[in-house]
């Protein structure tokens, strides 16, 4: 069964910038399109960003779009978060998980990691 591992998190002003990585094991990173989704204490689990498995079509929520970056790097088997510019709002814990080709803005399987945490401060 595939694991993902997320990291990267931390304590940051805003402003600053993160990197989180989303590394895989289990299964070959490539065979998926990959998403971000985050989920702030009290708040649904939403989606910050996805790209697609092979075309590199990448999606963005309207709250990230210009400030965030999706990649991947299928031969170590790893997604990134690069995020810029960051605010208060976006504190949360950041999972990533595989998304439906067709529907990219959700999540595809009911399997999470831990996720890690972001803070922001002001």
């Known amino acids: 069964q595939v694991q993902l591992v997320e990291s990267g998190g931390g304590l940051v002003q805003a402003g600053g910038s993160l990197r989180l990585s989303c590394a895989a094991s289990?299964?070959?990173?490539?065979?998926?399109?990959m998403g971000w989704f985050r989920q702030a204490p009290g708040k649904e689990r939403d989606f910050v960003a996805s790209v697609s498995r092979s075309d590199g079509k990448t999606y963005y929520a309207d709250s990230v779009k210009g400030r965030f970056t999706i990649s991947r790097d299928n031969a170590k088997n790893t997604v990134y978060l690069q995020m810029n510019n960051l605010k208060p709002e976006d504190t949360a814990v950041y999972y990533c998980n595989a998304v439906p080709e067709e529907l990219p803005w959700v999540w595809r399987y009911d399997v999470w990691g831990q996720g890690t945490q972001v803070t922001v401060s002001s």
């Open positions: 289990g299964r070959t990173l490539s065979s998926y399109a």
